[in-house]
């Protein structure tokens, strides 16, 4: 127990540099035909949960760095084989991402490349890509510490509030997320997670999913 408190303090140290002081202004997404809304949502996304080391860019780097930071936050020592599948579950999302946004194959994901795989993915959820399912299993499967195949408040807040958000607004999010409902399943994750990226509607429920009750 004490090492798992020592990885959360360290992860939430860590992980509260990551998010930009201007996550929102003067981005280059401007000339994007995405409504300001979902821009920012993405936005989100791409600072705080991929681009770790707050490169500008999403790379191999920042997966490694996500991968040390999750299994602290588990207390998974190195060599064990919890932080063995962690590692290759998301290495293999990286490759997945990186083979599909990367258009220029300079070996990282850029704001536009991001926006517009993601765009394209709005248009036709239903048949996502296999990294973004990848992606989608990991963090319901990160955030059901408990395994018994649902997320509560107290799973959902743990996991969201060590990428710097504060504990009290990931509640309030679980809450507008989960509709009164004390857990939240996978099939309701699932839809949750479709309407993050594609919904336009702000009150719409799958927004508050990574933690954040306002874009």
């Not at 809304?37 to 949960?49: A, D, I, S």
């Not at 795989?117 to 963090?139: I, V």
């Not at 990160?142 to 807040?157: C, H, Y």
Request: contains cysteine; negative net charge.
């Amino acid at each position: 127990m004490e090492t798992l408190n020592y990885g959360k303090a360290i992860l939430r140290e860590m992980m509260s540099r990551v998010i930009p002081r201007n996550l929102f202004v003067g981005n280059r997404l401007a000339n994007m035909s995405i409504s300001d809304f979902r821009k920012k949502k993405l936005l989100y996304v791409f600072h705080v949960f991929f681009d770790v080391n707050q490169s500008g860019t999403i790379d191999r780097k920042d997966f490694e760095l996500a991968i040390e930071k999750i299994c602290s936050l588990r207390g998974w020592q190195q060599g064990s084989p919890q932080y063995q599948k962690t590692f290759d579950s998301m290495i293999l999302i990286w490759e997945g991402l990186r083979s599909r946004a990367d258009f220029n194959q300079d070996g990282q994901v850029s704001v536009e490349e991001w926006a517009s795989m993601w765009d394209d993915y709005s248009k036709n959820p239903e048949n996502a890509l296999e990294w973004q399912n990848n992606y989608m299993r990991f963090m319901f499967d990160l955030e059901d510490a408990s395994g018994d195949g649902s997320i509560d408040i107290e799973e959902f807040t743990s996991v969201c509030s060590c990428y710097g958000l504060q504990a009290q607004e990931c509640r309030e999010a679980f809450q507008k997320m989960a509709g009164g409902q004390k857990e939240v399943n996978f099939e309701q994750f699932k839809s949750l997670w479709k309407q993050f990226f594609v919904s336009e509607n702000p009150s719409e429920p799958g927004n508050f999913i990574f933690g954040k009750t306002k874009f």
